[in-house]
């Protein structure tokens, strides 16, 4: 068949699609054709002919694709993922827009939180938000600090909730509260019974560290600060877990900065929380979204209800 030309002679590219878009950005997204198709329920074969469309339409090189290597994106391709994907956001939402009449949010919210944030703060927020606005498919994430950044950056969340200790360039966030690190010791400790502790006299106690960051900077700064070594006797990468270990101990202790209302551990066991002096900084939780990436109406509602909850945010 002879390629369809213009009036002048030249030839007459296909059409762009949305759908070719989709197909190409998973690929990128994923690496492989294979991966494509699964997450898009099409054959490899239907996905790799439509990205040959595509490259066809815009008449460039998109990306190359080789079996053993899976796609890897040529210069252009880079530069057409970034706006593919926007295109792609925009349809998206003008689709939601219309879909809710315009009165009403329609569509995905994917939130984010810290892990140790996430029992007290989540459950509530959720639950309000779904029943503000029925027809928002709401899903979270709950992960550590670098995880959630990467994850805003990537677009694979929307926002999230978690500690603002620095390293948060490129994220734009206002602060929920305030918080500040505190001594647990179980009831049997010898300092369970005092007002408040002084770091210089628990630095050569056992210490079972919560490391996880940023909890885990955030306690050797308090230490650092005062010059001090902390005796580290266990780390743990369980929140939870940290609690058990120091509510059974007459010697440990720990640094943390999230205070469940909960004052047992797991197994029923007492556990003390001590104000440490002097105080330790604050340090602020704040909700993140990446910067330079449009605010959807979805996300403004979610802004809304924390402002809310939390009045004294800014």
């Known amino acids: 068949m002879e390629p369809l030309t213009d009036m002048d002679g030249s030839v007459v590219r296909g059409e762009l699609t949305l759908r070719q878009l989709a197909n190409f950005v998973a690929a990128a997204e994923d690496g492989t054709i294979s991966g494509a198709a699964k997450r898009l329920s099409y054959s490899p074969s ?21 079996r053993a290597q899976g796609v890897s994106l040529t210069s252009t391709g880079r530069l057409i993922f970034a706006r593919a994907k926007r295109l ?16 009403e949010l329609v569509g995905p919210l994917v939130v984010g939180c810290f892990a140790t944030l996430a029992p007290t703060v989540l459950p509530r927020l ?16 709950v992960g550590a600090q670098d995880e959630l950044q990467e994850a805003l950056v990537t677009g694979a969340i929307d926002a999230a909730i978690m500690y603002d200790v620095g390293g948060m360039d490129g994220l734009d966030r206002f602060t929920l509260y305030e918080a500040r690190g505190y001594a647990l010791f179980g009831e049997r400790h010898p300092l ?22 940023p909890s885990t900077r955030y306690a050797m700064s308090v230490f650092e600060a005062g010059g001090l070594t902390p005796n580290i006797r266990h780390r743990t990468h369980a929140f939870e877990l940290t609690r058990s270990l120091v509510a059974r101990s007459t010697t440990d202790y720990a640094v943390l900065v999230q205070r469940p209302a909960n004052k047992l551990s797991y197994e029923g066991l007492p556990i003390v929380e001590k104000e440490i002096t002097p105080p330790p900084p604050a340090v602020p939780v704040v909700l993140a979204r990446s910067r330079g990436v449009e605010v959807s109406s979805r996300v403004r509602a979610l802004a809304d209800l924390v402002r809310r909850h939390y009045p004294g945010s800014d």
């Open 88 to 103: 792609l956001e925009d349809a998206a939402e003008l689709s939601y827009a219309v879909g809710g009449g315009g009165s």
């Open 126 to 141: 959720l639950d309000e938000y779904e029943k503000l606005h029925p027809r928002v498919t709401v899903d979270f994430v």
């Open 192 to 213: 369970a019974a005092r007002e408040t502790v002084r770091l210089e006299e628990v630095a050569e106690l056992p210490l079972v560290l919560y490391d996880q960051e």
């Open 46 to 66: 239907a996905i790799s002919a439509s990205i040959t469309e595509l490259e066809r339409v815009l008449g460039a090189e998109l990306c190359v694709r080789r």
